[in-house]
């Protein structure tokens, strides 16, 4: 008879347990939740105390069947999902359809039968800790799987009763989320902060002198005197240039110290999805795949299977002191002592980390990256390797730099200009040796160390060998990028470790926003949705009501609050905004905004519309009841994200894959091209050219017809089009008529236009209410044997040729040379 039967999430984690367990213990995966609210009704009763009507999930009875049957002829039930929050109310669930279970007998009372089901968590999967973890089992803790369920409730409430109204006043399908919306918030926020932004002028001035000795360098321009001055224009720069042209130069101070550069914390979650994604450039959903892999274990060869780093969700920078003992030995026998602090470095946890969490580590120190590199796939190499060398250099001495400061007169006639450099030597290396943790955009220390400085003193003379004046322009704040918006939202308290990569995913998965150049750009159906949802819920979807919000669940979590009296303060204030939204959001599908357009074909102004794929422009007399109305439309260029320069840059840089970071190359298949990683076949990652990263824009000799500046060929949903390039001034967009009159209607014209698949064909400007199409180019002329009312350009394999489109007449001749068939 079985000892005991342990259950945990997956299959993997159940098999390395197993090994460490041995005989007389079976241990199952439960494949995740077990249970869960349902999806066809809202199932919380908001008006008894937030009752949750929990569900067996569709597909999940088979295995909870297995369990209930090994679960009858097992002593006692071990509980072993993670050790978090989810965990916890996995452990619970299966604890309530387990239950009944005890050998056939009849139903024990509850504290009872609590006593053959038990609670286990460990923190690494490792011999000592699993074994440790089943000497000291527990009761589930209830505060725990409250916080969860509040969680579950909160988002439940939010998206089953938003969402429905976004579908009645947007389009079906969207989605409003607690969390994500918020996190959308900030992209729109910053996209708009972007857009308002004003550049500045500003001008640096540089110096490069030289001394008695080597090297030559650079000082920069400060102010005149003690006080500082910003030089704002190219006049006050050319006047500050000559007047140091016959100056004398004088070191006026020199002030050397030494500085000290501590080492970063180990991991916490957050902080290795932002490294990876800087470092590797894997997506923080990827990254989070790979360290469940290391966690749950991996196949070390005659070792077995061994989990290589502790759980991977954690905002604690703790360490166990086994683990601290370990890697100060390693430090001292691979580095030496003056490597290694005399007690173990220690940092500051945040006031909501979780106490009984570490930080992310290797189980141990001694199993190096490179040592087992051949049993790991290259992803997994490079993930473990960067937990690896952050965890070692977390425990060594700091960095120290010997850094100078000199500051240095020139001497024009009566002024005296203040001019300064700062240059750094790394004196000892310290952590850095291991590790150097990434940084967003420049870093001041970098540019110090680029500094070599000679000899100085006070009082010396220096020799001026050329003067800079460099014009610039202050830059608006950067695009999030994965690990930037990952930074954000934990600075500002919304969402916790488990949350991150399923809030990046879905904000991307519903088309909220695009990835341009590795950057999140909000589209117009998230610019929509997010100025909706904060106008008609002020509370709910504001960012500090959100974090306070997760400030509570941490609450519920440690006892001091109970979730129905949290949720009952939120639903108070969601129910009031609920109302209000109902009387008062805007339809967005009857928009019809006036603009300053005129209609190409009748001359009437346009208005703006909403359609299933976002906004368009149409001709304001056209009446669906009237079929003698006009039918123009055409695109609105506000689809296209307004780039600068810098973006455009960044976005014709090389792109890597978020899957396994190698580069992403053009392809073209048979629907047109797209993106494929380099490292096929062993990673089949691909990406349409409208999933992220932007096609540059091609600047044409035309000229636009309505304010003289050139046209440009874009690429927007549906492949390329031309329109001007003053957009957003000029919002001109060029149809691309073929000069034929449509053989159908009679009354529109042709226009050559691009599928969805990327394929070219033809149809009439009247549609929708002409629907002629053609796959090949018509030609204004009556077939001379059957008389049908037009011919089409076709490729054929001996050649282009023009032929009759009637499938009974069989004439065809061949394209004259300047004929370019299409299809």
């Given at each position: 008879?079985?000892?005991?039967?342990?259950?945990?999430?997956?299959p993997?984690?159940a098999?390395?347990?197993q090994?460490?367990l041995?005989k007389g213990?079976?241990?199952?995966?439960?494949?995740g939740?077990?249970?869960?609210?349902?999806?066809s009704?809202?199932g919380?009763?908001?008006?008894?105390?937030?009752?949750?009507?929990y569900?067996?999930?569709p597909g999940?009875?088979?295995?909870?069947?297995?369990?209930?049957k090994?679960?009858s002829?097992?002593?006692?039930?071990f509980?072993?999902?993670d050790p978090?929050?989810?965990g916890?109310?996995?452990a619970?669930?299966l604890?309530d359809?387990?239950?009944?279970?005890?050998?056939?007998?009849?139903k024990?009372?509850?504290?009872e039968g609590?006593e053959?089901i038990?609670r286990?968590?460990?923190?690494e999967?490792t011999?000592r800790?699993?074994?440790?973890?089943?000497?000291?089992?527990r009761?589930?803790?209830?505060?725990l799987?409250?916080?969860?369920?509040?969680?579950?409730?909160l988002?439940?409430?939010?998206?089953?009763?938003?969402?429905?109204l976004?579908?009645?006043?947007?389009r079906r399908?969207?989605?409003?989320g607690?969390?994500?919306?918020?996190a959308?918030?900030?992209?729109?926020?910053?996209?708009?902060?972007i857009?308002?932004?004003?550049?500045?002028?500003y001008?640096?001035?540089?110096?490069h002198?030289?001394?008695?000795?080597p090297?030559?360098?650079?000082?920069r321009?400060?102010?005149k005197?003690e006080e500082?001055?910003?030089?704002?224009?190219?006049e006050e720069?050319?006047?500050?240039?000559?007047a140091?042209?016959?100056a004398e130069?004088?070191?006026?101070?020199?002030e050397?110290?030494?500085?000290r550069?501590?080492a970063?914390p180990p991991?916490t979650?957050s902080?290795?999805?932002?490294?990876s994604?800087r470092?590797?450039?894997?997506s923080?959903?990827?990254?989070?795949?790979?360290a469940?892999r290391?966690?749950?274990g991996?196949?070390?060869g005659?070792e077995?299977l061994?989990?290589?780093?502790?759980?991977?969700?954690?905002?604690?920078?703790?360490v166990?002191?086994?683990a601290l003992?370990?890697?100060?030995e390693y430090?001292?026998?691979?580095?030496?002592?003056?490597?290694l602090?005399?007690?173990?470095n220690?940092y500051k946890?945040?006031?909501?980390?979780?106490?009984?969490?570490?930080?992310?580590r290797?189980?141990?120190v001694m199993?190096?990256?490179?040592q087992?590199k051949?049993y790991?796939?290259?992803?997994?190499?490079?993930v473990?390797k960067l937990?690896?060398q952050r965890?070692?250099?977390?425990?060594?001495m700091?960095?120290?730099?010997?850094?100078?400061?000199?500051d240095?007169?020139?001497?024009?006639g009566?002024?005296?200009?203040w001019?300064?450099v700062?240059g750094?030597?790394?004196?000892?290396?310290?952590?850095?040796k291991?590790?150097?943790?990434?940084k967003?955009?420049?870093?001041e220390e970098?540019?110090?160390?680029?500094?070599?400085?000679?000899?100085?003193?006070?009082?010396q003379?220096?020799?001026?060998?050329g003067l800079?004046?460099?014009?610039?322009?202050t830059?608006p704040?950067?695009?999030?990028?994965?690990?930037?918006?990952?930074?954000?939202l934990e600075?500002?308290?919304?969402g916790?470790p488990?949350?991150?990569?399923?809030?990046?995913s879905t904000i991307?998965e519903?088309?909220?926003?695009?990835?341009?150049?590795?950057?999140?750009v909000?589209t117009?159906?998230?610019l929509?949705v997010?100025?909706?949802l904060?106008?008609n819920?002020?509370?709910?979807?504001?960012v500090?009501y959100?974090?306070?919000?997760?400030?509570?669940?941490?609450e519920?979590?440690?006892?001091k609050?109970t979730?129905?009296?949290?949720?009952?303060?939120?639903y108070?204030k969601?129910?009031?905004?609920?109302?209000y939204a109902?009387k008062?959001m805007e339809?967005?599908?009857?928009m019809?905004?006036?603009?300053d357009?005129?209609?190409e074909?009748c001359g009437s102004?346009?208005?703006i519309?909403?359609?299933?794929?976002?906004?368009?422009y149409a001709?304001?007399s056209?009446?669906?009841?009237?079929?003698?109305?006009c039918t123009?439309?055409?695109?609105?260029?506000?689809?296209?994200p307004?780039l600068d320069?810098a973006?455009v840059?960044?976005?014709?840089?090389?792109?890597?894959?978020?899957?396994?970071?190698?580069v992403?190359v053009?392809?073209r298949g048979?629907f047109g091209?797209?993106?494929a990683c380099?490292?096929y076949?062993?990673?089949?990652t691909?990406r349409?050219?409208?999933?992220g990263?932007?096609?540059?824009?091609i600047?044409?000799?035309?000229?636009?017809p309505?304010?003289g500046r050139n046209l440009?060929?874009?690429h927007?949903?549906?492949?390329?089009?031309?329109?001007c390039s003053?957009y957003?001034?000029?919002?001109?967009?060029?149809q691309?008529f073929?000069g034929?009159k449509c053989?159908?209607?009679?009354?529109?014209?042709?226009?050559?236009?691009r599928a969805?698949?990327?394929n070219?064909?033809?149809?009439?400007s009247n549609y929708?209410?002409?629907k002629?199409t053609?796959?090949?180019?018509?030609?204004a002329?009556?077939?001379?044997?059957?008389?049908?009312?037009?011919l089409?350009?076709?490729?054929l394999?001996?050649?282009p040729v023009?032929?009759c489109?009637?499938k009974?007449?069989?004439?065809?001749r061949?394209a004259?040379?300047?004929?370019a068939p299409?299809?």
């Amino acid at each position: 008879m079985s000892k005991g039967l342990v259950i945990v999430e997956s299959p993997a984690k159940a098999k390395t347990i197993q090994k460490y367990l041995g005989k007389g213990f079976t241990v199952e995966a439960s494949l995740g939740h077990v249970k869960d609210l349902p999806k066809s009704t809202l199932g919380v009763d908001v008006n008894n105390d937030f009752e949750t009507d929990y569900i067996v999930i569709p597909g999940k009875e088979k295995v909870l069947a297995k369990l209930k049957k090994l679960a009858s002829s097992a002593d006692n039930i071990f509980l072993a999902p993670d050790p978090d929050r989810e965990g916890e109310a996995i452990a619970a669930h299966l604890a309530d359809e387990l239950g009944d279970g005890s050998k056939g007998k009849k139903k024990k009372k509850k504290d009872e039968g609590s006593e053959r089901i038990r609670r286990v968590t460990f923190n690494e999967i490792t011999k000592r800790a699993v074994q440790e973890a089943f000497e000291h089992p527990r009761d589930i803790d209830r505060h725990l799987v409250d916080a969860q369920q509040a969680r579950r409730v909160l988002d439940r409430l939010v998206g089953y009763q938003v969402s429905p109204l976004l579908w009645d006043k947007v389009r079906r399908g969207l989605s409003a989320g607690r969390v994500q919306t918020v996190a959308l918030r900030l992209i729109v926020e910053r996209e708009r902060e972007i857009k308002a932004f004003i550049k500045q002028e500003y001008w640096t001035i540089d110096a490069h002198l030289a001394a008695s000795k080597p090297p030559a360098f650079d000082a920069r321009f400060l102010g005149k005197g003690e006080e500082k001055i910003e030089v704002t224009n190219g006049e006050e720069a050319e006047k500050i240039r000559a007047a140091l042209e016959p100056a004398e130069w004088v070191v006026r101070t020199v002030e050397r110290k030494e500085r000290r550069r501590n080492a970063t914390p180990p991991f916490t979650t957050s902080k290795l999805q932002q490294d990876s994604s800087r470092k590797l450039r894997f997506s923080v959903k990827r990254t989070m795949m790979i360290a469940q892999r290391l966690y749950e274990g991996v196949e070390l060869g005659e070792e077995g299977l061994v989990g290589l780093i502790t759980y991977m969700r954690t905002d604690s920078t703790r360490v166990s002191n086994d683990a601290l003992a370990e890697v100060r030995e390693y430090i001292k026998s691979q580095y030496g002592d003056s490597y290694l602090p005399g007690t173990p470095n220690t940092y500051k946890e945040k006031k909501e980390a979780q106490a009984a969490h570490e930080a992310i580590r290797p189980t141990s120190v001694m199993r190096h990256p490179d040592q087992i590199k051949q049993y790991l796939k290259e992803d997994e190499y490079k993930v473990y390797k960067l937990i690896w060398q952050r965890f070692v250099a977390s425990q060594i001495m700091p960095a120290v730099f010997d850094q100078t400061t000199v500051d240095i007169d020139a001497k024009s006639g009566a002024d005296t200009f203040w001019f300064r450099v700062t240059g750094s030597v790394l004196k000892f290396d310290g952590f850095l040796k291991v590790y150097e943790e990434s940084k967003e955009g420049k870093d001041e220390e970098e540019e110090e160390l680029k500094h070599k400085l000679p000899p100085l003193e006070p009082g010396q003379k220096l020799t001026l060998k050329g003067l800079k004046p460099e014009q610039h322009f202050t830059e608006p704040p950067p695009r999030y990028n994965e690990a930037s918006l990952v930074k954000e939202l934990e600075e500002r308290g919304i969402g916790r470790p488990s949350t991150y990569a399923a809030i990046l995913s879905t904000i991307q998965e519903r088309q909220y926003v695009q990835k341009l150049g590795g950057k999140f750009v909000p589209t117009e159906i998230g610019l929509v949705v997010t100025d909706l949802l904060v106008e008609n819920f002020p509370d709910i979807f504001d960012v500090q009501y959100t974090a306070r919000l997760e400030e509570e669940l941490d609450e519920i979590e440690e006892g001091k609050e109970t979730w129905t009296n949290a949720l009952a303060e939120f639903y108070g204030k969601f129910e009031k905004d609920l109302r209000y939204a109902q009387k008062h959001m805007e339809n967005i599908k009857r928009m019809e905004k006036p603009t300053d357009e005129k209609c190409e074909r009748c001359g009437s102004p346009l208005v703006i519309k909403w359609g299933k794929h976002g906004s368009f422009y149409a001709c304001s007399s056209y009446d669906k009841d009237d079929p003698n109305t006009c039918t123009f439309t055409k695109e609105n260029p506000i689809n296209l994200p307004d780039l600068d320069s810098a973006d455009v840059q960044e976005t014709t840089q090389e792109e890597y894959c978020e899957n396994c970071g190698r580069v992403m190359v053009l392809k073209r298949g048979r629907f047109g091209q797209f993106m494929a990683c380099t490292g096929y076949p062993d990673c089949k990652t691909t990406r349409r050219l409208d999933q992220g990263k932007k096609v540059p824009d091609i600047p044409l000799d035309e000229l636009c017809p309505k304010c003289g500046r050139n046209l440009m060929i874009r690429h927007g949903r549906y492949g390329e089009f031309t329109s001007c390039s003053g957009y957003p001034e000029c919002k001109y967009v060029k149809q691309n008529f073929i000069g034929v009159k449509c053989p159908l209607c009679k009354d529109g014209e042709l226009v050559e236009k691009r599928a969805r698949k990327g394929n070219t064909f033809y149809g009439c400007s009247n549609y929708p209410k002409c629907k002629f199409t053609s796959a090949h180019k018509p030609v204004a002329e009556k077939c001379p044997t059957c008389g049908h009312e037009y011919l089409v350009e076709k490729m054929l394999k001996s050649g282009p040729v023009i032929a009759c489109p009637n499938k009974e007449c069989e004439y065809e001749r061949p394209a004259p040379a300047e004929a370019a068939p299409v299809g």
